[in-house]
Structure formats: structure tokens, C-alpha cells
């Protein structure tokens, strides 16, 4: 099952002349990772806040979502081409990650009438998946990312949402249905995640 994160190549291609221009004005990548940190819990404060009266909010979510993929593409690269890597910057990039996430998709609670548990479900199962990709490093195989429902597909997921929501084409139910098959994906992808680590270490 393939996973937009196949296409992460094409991407970092495109960013590639921007990345110089920020290591060139000092830019780290530590800084870049903290900065698309806290703009999320700032984009899913205010989407939680205002979006259930002004539905137009929602579009800030397929917006924040693209930018913040450009940016965890950013950190990476200054990171492995301009010799930034370090331990804690593993640790920001990971921990930010998984924080920035969940408040994105709980965000959708400001949607009328929906019910919280989809939501949270998404959301730890979400972690779930980036915990299982994480632990390919403890037993001597890489940081995996296999899909179907990676962190880049649940951007896709979650910002579709958010721009439907924008237009109010879809109600509280359909967002539900939607957010538990992701939830379904997620398991999938976390069982993905485990043979592919435990395969790779015995190779």
C-alpha cells in the first residue's frame, strides 16, 4: 500500500534552494522544528476556538498542514546536509511531532454535534504508529515510515477535512466515518511498521 511519503524525494528537491538561503541567514535545524511546533498548537487553538462559529476557519488547516510539511522537510535537511544533527534534535523532532499531531486532529472538535472518542482514537493510534516507527532503531533496524496511513497521509486526511469543513460540505457523521477509517489505517500501518523493523533487523 503506497504512502505519500514516497513522494518526500520530489519534495526536499523543490526546497532544496530555500534550505541554502536559510542556512546561509544562520537558520538551524532545531530552531526550524520548534518554530512548526509551536505554530501548530497555535493553529489548533485557534481552529478549536472559532471554527464551530465560523466554519471559514477550517481552511486553515489544509493551509498550516502543507507549510508544516514543508518545514519538517526543512529541519531535515539542514539537519543531515549542513551537519546540524545532534541528539536532541531527535528528541524535538519526535516529541513535536506526535504533540503537534494530536492537537491538529483534536482541533476537529470544534465541528458540531461530532463525538469526541473517533477523534481521540485517531489521535493515539496516530501516536501508536510513530512510536511503532520509532522502536525500528531499538532493535538495530531504521526509523521506519512505511505506510498506508503515515504522518504525511494523515495531513492529507486531515487537511481534505478541514477544507470541506471550510466549504461545509460535510457534516459531524462524515467526519466521523472518515476519521475511524483512518483509525483503521492507522493499526495497519503500525503492524507495517513492526514486521518491516523486524524483517529488516534479521535480514
Known amino acids: 500500500m503506497a504512502s505519500i511519503y514516497a513522494l518526500k524525494g520530489r519534495f526536499q528537491d ?3 534552494p530555500l534550505v541554502r538561503k536559510l542556512h546561509a541567514i544562520g537558520a538551524t ?4 522544528t520548534v518554530a ?6 497555535a493553529v489548533a487553538a485557534l481552529v478549536w476556538w472559532r471554527a464551530g462559529t465560523q466554519p471559514a476557519v ?24 549542513f551537519g546540524q544533527q545532534s541528539r536532541l534534535g531527535a528528541y524535538l523532532n519526535e516529541l513535536s511531532d506526535v ?3 494530536a492537537a491538529l486532529y483534536l482541533s476537529l472538535l470544534a465541528v458540531p454535534g461530532i463525538a469526541a472518542w473517533p477523534l481521540l482514537l485517531f489521535a493515539g493510534l496516530a ?15 531504521s526509523r521506519r515510515y512505511d505506510g498506508p496511513m503515515g504522518k504525511s497521509d494523515r495531513a492529507f486526511v486531515v487537511g481534505l477535512l478541514g477544507l470541506l ?3 461545509e ?8 466515518w472518515v476519521v475511524l477509517i483512518a483509525a483503521a489505517l492507522c493499526i495497519v500501518t503500525t503492524v507495517r511498521r513492526i514486521r518491516g523493523g523486524l524483517k529488516e533487523q534479521t535480514a
Open 58 to 81: 477550517f481552511a486553515l488547516l489544509p493551509a498550516w498542514l502543507f507549510v508544516r510539511m514543508a518545514m519538517n522537510a526543512i529541519d531535515g535537511m539542514l539537519a543531515r546536509e
Open 165 to 167: 469543513l471550510s466549504f
Open 14 to 16: 523543490l526546497l532544496r
Open 169 to 176: 460540505l460535510i457534516d459531524a457523521r462524515i467526519v466521523q
Open 99 to 101: 504533540i503537534a499531531d
Open 29 to 32: 535545524a532545531n530552531q526550524v
Open 127 to 141: 501516536f501508536l504508529t510513530e512510536y511503532a516507527g520509532v522502536l525500528g532503531t531499538m532493535v538495530r533496524a
Open 36 to 41: 512548526a511546533a509551536v505554530l501548530s498548537l
